[in-house]
T-cell receptor, first 114, second 114 residues
Framework: DAEITQSPRHKITETGRQVTLACHQTWNHNNMFWYRQDLGHGLRLIHYSYGVHDTNKGEVSDGYSVSRSNTEDLPLTLESAASSQTSVYFC?????????????FGPGTRLTVL | QQQVKQSPQSLIVQKGGISIINCAYENTAFDYFPWYQQFPGKGPALLIAIRPDVSEKKEGRFTISFNKSAKQFSLHIMDSQPGDSATYFCAASEGSSNTGKLIFGQGTTLQVKP
């Protein structure tokens, strides 16, 4: 069965360190998204991609970067982790042209920045 | 800028009761309105969705009511069950553009007491 996976599921890091969160999908979807979830803010879009070598900034992109070298993967990098980036991160994917834009979410990564 | 506002932030309902969650949007170009359900430790998953050409959509115990003139839509859960306890997110997008981007509300944590 097709799926979307994230790793690691939990990560503790220190302020200033570079961190990369992995996202891998086997749906063969063109669209991929990264969100952060914080209480009271819902799901906020960090970055998104519509295909290989395409990346776009979302609502809260400062301090984050992504790259898309293939269809299956969209890693999220925190260049210099800050305590404000402590959050739960979700990756999602959807099919270009599919009516309804249903997004399929991964299980999330809980990141703690000390 | 929050384009989709969701209320209440939390909701407690007795088993068998009706749960109602409301959302309001600003962008009149939105034409796709999904609701996502998220259980603890899991990623959100599509529950039900509506387009503005209808005022109501029902799937089992879950109903979306849509008021285009007021730019509001709501989720009604009839005969609420303890298994419905989860976080619910409304969202909106310009489906016709096929961008796949969703703007999420802040989320509502629903607790159904037995």
């Amino acid at each position: 069965d097709a799926e979307i996976t994230q790793s690691p599921r939990h990560k503790i890091t220190e302020t200033g360190r570079q961190v990369t969160l992995a996202c891998h999908q086997t749906w063969n979807h063109n669209n991929m998204f990264w969100y952060r979830q914080d209480l009271g803010h819902g799901l906020r879009l960090i970055h998104y991609s519509y295909g290989v070598h395409d990346t776009n900034k979302g609502e809260v992109s400062d301090g984050y970067s992504v790259s898309r070298s293939n269809t299956e993967d969209l890693p999220l990098t925190l260049e210099s982790a800050a305590s404000s980036q402590t959050s739960v991160y979700f990756c999602a994917s959807s099919d270009r042209g599919r009516l309804g834009n249903e997004q399929f979410f991964g299980p999330g990564t809980r990141l703690t920045v000390l | 800028q929050q384009q989709v506002k969701q209320s209440p932030q939390s909701l407690i309902v007795q088993k068998g009761g009706i749960s109602i969650i409301n959302c309001a949007y600003e962008n009149t170009a939105f034409d796709y309105f999904p609701w996502y359900q998220q259980f603890p430790g899991k990623g959100p998953a599509l529950l039900i969705a509506i387009r503005p050409d209808v005022s109501e959509k029902k799937e089992g115990r879950f109903t979306i009511s849509f008021n285009k003139s007021a730019k509001q839509f709501s989720l009604h859960i009839m005969d609420s069950q303890p298994g419905d306890s989860a976080t619910y997110f409304c969202a909106a997008s310009e489906g016709s553009s096929n961008t796949g981007k969703l703007i999420f509300g802040q989320g509502t944590t629903l607790q159904v007491k037995p």
